[in-house]
């Protein structure tokens, strides 16, 4: 009995979770008329647009998780090794990004930041796109933070910093070539998570003005006719992606991990 | 190196903090402040309640309304279904790479929320939509004909479902697991059945769990605009997509009230995580 | 780099305001001090709005050295001109140099200080009711409201507004955009109150909002921003549009789904729309350049291209400059000789009550 309605329940989600799948992929495929084809895919392929803002997307990824990675992994690092009563101040703030609606967090940005502020950074291009980068790395910071915690604390910090230290690493080397090699997958997750969330962000790119992957999605919603299915089944082809390398990363690092 | 007593003491631990610290005051905690402290501030510069007041006209207040009742029912709907999932994932006796399937696919779908869920909603259960033509084709049924909306108020509550499960999915299994099998034996051995194990013993202890990823799910449903944006234009009157408007066109006609709307659903969204935080502590004496 | 930009253009700023205070700036100085800005920022307009693209890829090419910068394509008038208020004081490239909106937005915008006069070359060829006095605003083509029609999913094709209250359009009928901020759907609220017998203004509006409110009770309004992918999607199939988006979002379906534009038989109201220069522009030669090239017979042309009426449209069939193919392309004009132009006051008046009024009588409310 048990084992019917687990299935059931299953079933029910299998279901639930696969239609919408097949009904966006049925759709991108009925560009042209009457017949099934990849019109939608070549139309949105082709489109400069298209590589425009998802080459800003991925570069501004690329650049939120390296300054994440900077950001973080140093705090984390030194907050578990000589400030352990700060821990429960920096859950706090890393929740933050959570209990605030981005859609307020980009609001005070544009008050805050505008040219008649004491840092006006959205007087040019350069600055807009450096408070968008923060801006993304604010809205993955939970993520990225909680991973690289449960990642240091699987390792026995305390003595490998000692060691490293006794055999005369100064702090950089110890972070650089002692820590991070250790939380490697766990920062990798991180990354690919921030991935994923910058990809598919709207609301600080819309309300920043920057051509962004997000815009041009809701813009492409409403213009044009099948190449939002396509776009949809491309995000979720990329999303996949980056949840199966993370699963990989993990299983990866279970077999270079020496047994005690 | 100096030895001074007062160099020594002063907190140069804190400086290894310092950038993340700064990094979180400018771009997270004086933004919010700011924002905060707009709402109370007037043309003049001076302390005003008056932005407040002005939120409790009949629009704003039904865009608040909807917001709430369509987080509310959809974290409420994603939690049952998700924690029926879980369970069978965890404790229904299933083979075992069904967990791995369904953790990455949740990780997937979670994530899946915003512009893109939108358009596969519309692909899906649209005029024109894969479920609508195969209702209508094989089962002679159409559901546009007996009142079904995509912008109706259940129609958006499917749509948000779709991201609210995975994620009830992805945070209660590991308080599942942390029901120890000692407690379902010792309960059996004092003779309880399965409904008692679960009326006196397992939802008890799940019960912080669950009211807390309620609120979650709550805040998380709340303050979600691109799927909505996506769907109808921002067009539609719930309070993410009205502070929208009102920052990129000022539609109520009130700068001031930019502020006091933002604040507004910081209240909101910081009592649901409060709600969540107080109930994680609780659930976390039990399970570690 | 961009240091040395900004002094540069700083520099000839400085010349072209000392140089330019006396007299009138010819076209070869503007065109000059308008290459040392090297940037133009344009908002909300889309390219297959009267053939923007068109006209943004001619004016690319007569000026190489001036990158335009497009922010937010689907704007409405409303969002542009708050573009303006919330980046007074910021030359960064979210502050917008041109504004391209409906004829009510004009003198509000020139009474909020927010736009700056200037006058092209072809000034004196554009009609006096269209344009401001001052040169603070200058109409720039105009259409008549008409519906765009999805008959793959509508077989019988509304003729007027009343038939759209017939249970046949159950959830079938959309605006282009929210009437409290932007033009298109604004207008299209006066097209069913002048079909519902209320005169453009006050009345209108009233009358308006009167069909709005029994359209969305008999639940035949669709609270959706209607275009191109929402009608091919079937959320919107018969959508409220200018004549010349309703025939160009045809064109981009390419008869997947077939469409069909059709005006309405009453309640024919045509709009104009007024380009203005940002008083904050952070590139004001750039800005004058663009509406130079606008008012000139290429940019004209352009837009006809776009199935718009130029405002110069006159001057031009006059001067026999319009391509004979061009001219057949454009809508019948039966419908223009039966429009009705509404004046500035009866467009202020009908967009008041319309702004004031439609979140309470209209009210659509999600069950």
């Keep these: 009995m048990k084992r019917i309605l687990s299935w059931a329940a299953i079933a029910v989600g299998v279901v639930y979770f696969f239609l919408p799948l097949v009904g966006m992929l049925e759709f991108s495929l009925k560009m042209r008329r009457g017949e099934y084809s990849l019109d939608a895919y070549a139309s949105v392929m082709g489109d400069p647009q298209f590589q425009a803002t998802f080459g ?83 809205l993955a910071l939970p993520y990225m933070y909680r991973a690289v915690d449960t990642g240091l604390a699987a390792i026995d910090l305390r003595t490998l910093t000692e060691a490293a230290q006794s055999l005369g690493a100064g702090w950089i080397t110890v972070l650089a070539k002692v820590i991070l090699p250790n939380v490697l997958v766990a920062v990798l997750s991180g990354a690919f998570l921030t991935f994923a969330i910058v990809i598919g962000e709207y609301v600080f790119a819309a309300l920043l003005d920057r051509p962004a992957f997000g815009p041009y999605l809701v813009w492409a919603g409403g213009n044009k006719a099948y190449e939002p299915a396509a776009l949809a089944v491309i995000t979720f082809a990329l999303t996949w992606a980056c949840m199966v390398l993370i699963q990989f990363a993990t299983k990866f690092s279970k077999h270079t991990r020496m047994p005690r | 190196m100096r030895s001074s007593r007062l160099w020594r003491a002063l907190p140069w631990n804190g400086l290894g903090v310092l950038p993340f610290l700064l990094f979180a005051l400018l771009f997270l905690l004086l933004p919010t402040a700011n924002i905060v402290a707009g709402a109370f501030v007037d043309s003049d510069g001076g302390f005003t309640l008056k932005n407040i007041f002005n939120i409790f006209t009949p629009e704003i207040m039904n865009a608040f309304w909807l917001s709430i009742r369509l987080s509310f029912t959809s974290a409420l709907i994603g939690c049952i279904l998700g924690f029926a999932i879980a369970l069978a994932v965890v404790l229904g006796g299933l083979p075992s790479w069904i967990r791995g399937v369904v953790m990455t696919f949740s990780g997937v779908t979670s994530n899946f929320a915003g512009v893109p869920l939108a358009f596969a909603y519309v ?166 | 780099m961009t240091v040395f930009k ?29 290459k040392a800005e090297g940037n133009l920022t344009t908002i909300a307009l889309p390219h297959d709005w009267c ?42 490239p979210q502050a917008p140099d041109v504004l391209d909106v409906g004829l009510s937005f004009g003198p509000a915008a020139k009474e909020e200080g927010l736009i700056q006069p200037y006058k092209v070359s072809t000034w004196d060829s554009i009609p006096a009711e269209a344009k401001d006095a001052d ?66 203004g006050a009345e209108s509006a009233a009358k308006g909002l009167e069909f709005f409110a029994g359209l969305n009770k008999a639940g035949n309004f669709v609270p959706v921003a209607g275009k191109t992918g929402t009608i091919a999607q079937g959320a919107t199939p018969i959508v409220a549009a200018w004549d010349y988006n309703a025939l160009a979002w045809r064109d981009t379906l390419a008869g997947n789904p077939k469409a069909e534009v059709i005006v309405p038989a009453s309640g024919t109201v045509a709009g104009v729309y007024v380009q203005a220069i940002s008083a904050y522009a952070p590139h004001p030669n750039a800005a004058k350049l663009w509406m130079e090239y606008l008012y000139s017979d290429e940019g004209q042309l352009g837009w006809l291209n776009g199935y718009c009426h130029p405002i110069r449209f006159n001057d031009l069939a006059k001067r026999d400059v319009i391509p004979a193919d061009m001219l057949a392309k454009l809508p019948p004009a039966a419908a223009y000789e039966k429009a009705v132009f509404p004046t500035l006051e009866e467009q202020a008046a009908h967009k008041e009550a319309v702004t004031a009024g439609w979140d309470a009588t209209v009210g659509v409310k999600v069950e």
């Design chain 1, 56 to 138: 800003y997307s991925v570069l501004m990824a690329c650049l939120t998780i390296v300054f994440g990675v900077l950001v973080v992994v140093p705090t984390v690092f030194w907050v578990r090794l000589k400030l352990p009563r700060l821990r429960p101040f920096m859950e706090f703030i890393t929740l933050l990004p959570l209990v605030i609606p981005p859609i307020v967090i980009v609001f005070g940005y544009i008050r805050l930041f505008n040219t008649s502020s004491w840092l006006p950074l959205t007087g040019t291009t350069f600055g807009t796109d450096f408070l968008l980068m923060c801006g993304y790395a604010v």
């Design chain 2, 123 to 288: 692909a899906t259960l649209g005029r024109v939509g894969f479920v609508t033509l195969l209702l209508r084709d094989w089962f002679g049924v159409n559901i546009y004909a007996l009142g079904f909306n995509m912008i109706s108020f259940w129609g958006l509550v499917a749509a948000y479902v779709f991201f609210q499960i995975p994620l009830m999915v992805l945070i209660i299994t590991p308080a599942i697991d942390g029901l120890k099998r000692e407690w379902r034996e010792a309960a059996e051995v004092l003779g309880a059945t399965g409904g008692q194990y679960w009326r006196m013993v397992a939802l008890p202890v799940l019960g912080p769990s669950l009211l807390g990823t309620l609120a979650l799910l709550f805040a998380n449903a709340f303050g979600a605009v691109a799927t909505a944006i996506a769907l109808t234009g921002s067009l539609l009157s719930i309070a993410p997509i009205l502070l929208f408007n009102q920052i990129r066109g000022d539609v109520l006609q009130d700068p001031h009230l930019g502020y006091a709307l933002a604040f507004a659903m910081i209240v909101i969204t910081g009592i649901s995580n409060g709600v969540y935080v107080v109930m994680r502590s609780r659930a976390e004496r039990w399970i570690k």
């Design chain 3, 6 to 34: 900004t002094l540069t253009s700083g520099v000839s700023l400085l010349a072209m305001l000392v140089a330019g205070a006396a007299s009138a700036q010819s076209l070869d100085e503007i065109t000059a001090a308008a």
């Design chain 3, 51 to 92: 053939g923007y693209g068109a006209v943004l890829e001619g004016f690319k090419k007569k000026y190489p050295e001036i990158a335009v910068n497009e922010l937010n394509p689907d704007g409405s008038s409303a969002d542009e001109l708050e573009a303006v208020r919330a980046n007074k004081g910021n030359t960064g």
């Design chain 3, 135 to 200: 040169g603070f605003w200058y109409g720039d083509y105009y259409g008549v409201m008409s519906f765009i029609v999805n008959t793959d999913m509508v077989k019988n094709v509304p003729a007027d507004w009343a038939d759209l209250m017939k249970p046949e359009y159950a959830g079938a009928f959309a605006l282009s955009g929210d009437p409290r901020s932007g033009n298109q759907p604004l207008m299209s609220v006066m097209g069913a109150g002048m079909a519902m017998g209320g005169k453009p």
